[in-house]
């Protein structure tokens, strides 16, 4: 059973925005620290951003900060990941994952994970 589902991926031109939802399955799972990950041709899969179960700020990898913003919605269990002002190194696979450990989930070895969503940034 699927347990994470992303969407809202697409093309998009350098310098807009893309908001990408991940919906979980079940509440037991939305209820762990979140967070989404990515992976662009011929690269390893990075860590893009994560929250914790209580919500806040999350935290983000350096290439994203003040660009990109994670956030979760409590009733739609669905976290999101609002994207910027994107380049095209931006373009990836992005997925959702979820963890009961943060430490865990951000080293990318999540217990949950979504099939994912392509973003790509056009020049």
């Known amino acids: 059973q699927v347990q994470l589902a992303e969407s809202g991926g697409g093309l998009v031109q350098a310098g807009g925005s893309l908001r990408l939802s991940c919906v979980a399955a079940?509440?037991?799972?939305?209820?762990?620290?979140m967070g989404w990950f990515r992976q662009a041709p011929g690269k390893e899969r990075e860590f893009v951003a994560a929250?914790?179960?209580?919500?806040?700020?999350?935290d983000y990898a350096d290439s994203v900060k003040g660009r990109f913003t994670i956030s979760k919605d409590n009733v739609a269990n669905t976290v999101y990941l609002q994207m910027n002002s994107l380049t095209p190194e931006d373009t990836a696979v992005y997925y959702c994952?979820?963890?009961?450990?943060?430490?865990?989930?951000?080293?990318?070895?999540?217990?949950?994970w979504g099939q994912g969503t392509q973003v790509t940034v056009s020049s």
């Open positions: 994952a979820a963890d009961p450990t943060l430490s865990k989930l951000t080293a990318g070895r999540g217990d949950y």
């Open positions: 079940r509440r037991t799972v939305f209820r762990n620290p």
């Open positions: 929250i914790v179960s209580s919500g806040g700020t999350g």
